[in-house]
């Protein structure tokens, strides 16, 4: 029985192509979105206020880096027209909401040569942003302090790495798990 | 497909963690700024984060907006009672995805009326808009890890049928 099964298992087509394609997609949609606000923040004029256009952007594309697990099992139900267990929903979406976190990871990496000013100006923005705020000179200089301290980490690329994983890779895994309900064939059912 | 323990109590373990991150550092009685917290840090990229549209916790916004934490509340809230609805033998809606998709496009309408000023929602509306995007996903496997009594019953029969017909 559990021999079948393994047989069964190792059968099924392989998920990395699935995988790869909605990664590498979603991963491009993210670092688009997070460069679009980087630069609008850049080009904004300094308000004084913590929120700018760029956070209703943030309105529009809050949690689409999360739907990239079920675009996989879509595909990958779609392509082979095999049959999608949960767990194996879960695990395509898990690995997708990882390679999401690569391509980002690569593409800002990349986007660092083309644009070297970039960070440098992105913070001198906010910095400019928060000079203009009504706070006593104090509080506003401990906020800067540390806004710069936390964008520059913002861009390394182990903590990019760890919470793009943890996250991507749990929202990700949630909706690979959804994705396999809708999209998968069901197994034939070989109880009596 | 049935039993599947193991996967359920995983999820189990990821949402708690999920939603006890999201209420963010007023949970913890953290003193430092909010946006410096690693509860903020971690949602960075999966939520705008405006403090006008999060509710607070002991002088802290919580780490995302109030309806994306009626998401993950949602869904956290259907998964506890998953084993309660096949107990009870929960009769789930026959197109859930279509149900799915009419709540996806409540919230869409939401934002975009509020975009473009026909209406303003709330912290509540939105938390209760989100939470309905959360569990309704879950109805989709109300059959899913654990047996109802009827299916339980189905599969004692089948097995002395299957007896007495060797």
């Known amino acids: 029985m559990q021999e079948s099964q393994q047989t069964l298992e190792n059968e099924q087509p392989s998920y990395w192509t699935s ?11 993210t670092f688009a979105l997070s460069l679009i606000s980087i630069y609008a923040a850049i080009n904004a004029e300094p308000t004084g206020s913590p929120f700018s256009a760029t956070s209703l952007l943030g309105i529009v594309v809050c ?29 395509i979406g898990l690995l997708t909401g990882v390679c999401i976190t690569i391509v980002t990871i690569i593409l800002s990496q ?14 001198d923005a906010t910095v400019a942003n928060f000079e203009a705020m009504d706070l006593p000179e104090e509080q506003k200089q401990q906020i800067i302090d540390s806004t710069v301290e936390s964008m ?19 929202l990700n895994l949630l909706t690979g ?5 809708i999209f998968g064939k069901k197994e034939a059912d070989n109880t009596i | 497909m049935k039993q599947q323990v193991p996967l359920y109590l995983l999820i189990l373990a990821l949402m708690l963690f999920i939603v006890t991150t999201a209420l963010g550092g007023g949970l913890f009685n953290q003193s430092g700024l909010w946006q410096f917290e690693w509860q903020h840090k971690i949602f960075q990229n999966l939520c705008h984060q405006n403090t006008l549209r999060s509710f607070w916790i002991n002088g802290q916004p919580m780490a995302v907006c109030s309806r994306c934490l009626g998401i993950y509340i949602g869904f956290l809230a259907g998964w506890l009672l998953l084993p309660a609805l096949a107990f009870i033998e929960f009769q789930a809606p026959s197109d859930v995805k279509t149900v799915l998709l009419g ?30 995007m959360g569990w309704t996903p879950v109805l ?9 009594k009827l299916e339980s019953k189905k599969d004692h029969h089948a097995r002395i049928t299957t007896d007495v017909g060797k």
């Open chain 2, 103 to 132: 709540v996806i496009l409540i919230n869409l309408l939401d934002i975009v009326g509020n975009l473009l000023g026909f209406w303003q929602n709330t912290l509540v509306s939105r938390l209760v808009l989100g939470w309905l």
């Open chain 1, 19 to 29: 995988v790869g394609v909605a990664g590498l997609i979603f991963g491009i949609i």
């Open chain 1, 110 to 123: 990349i986007w660092q040569f083309i644009d070297p000013d970039m960070v440098q100006q992105w913070i």
């Open chain 1, 63 to 91: 949690l689409v880096a999360a739907f990239g697990g079920m675009l996989a099992t879509w595909h990958y139900a779609n392509e082979y027209n095999a049959p999608l267990t949960l767990g194996r929903g879960a695990l």
């Open chain 1, 177 to 181: 798990m959804i994705g396999a309900k």
């Open chain 1, 152 to 170: 520059r980490d913002q861009y390394n690329i182990f903590r990019q790495l760890w919470v793009g994983i943890l996250m991507y890779g749990i």
């Open chain 2, 140 to 148: 989709l496997f109300s059959r899913d890890f654990f047996k109802s």
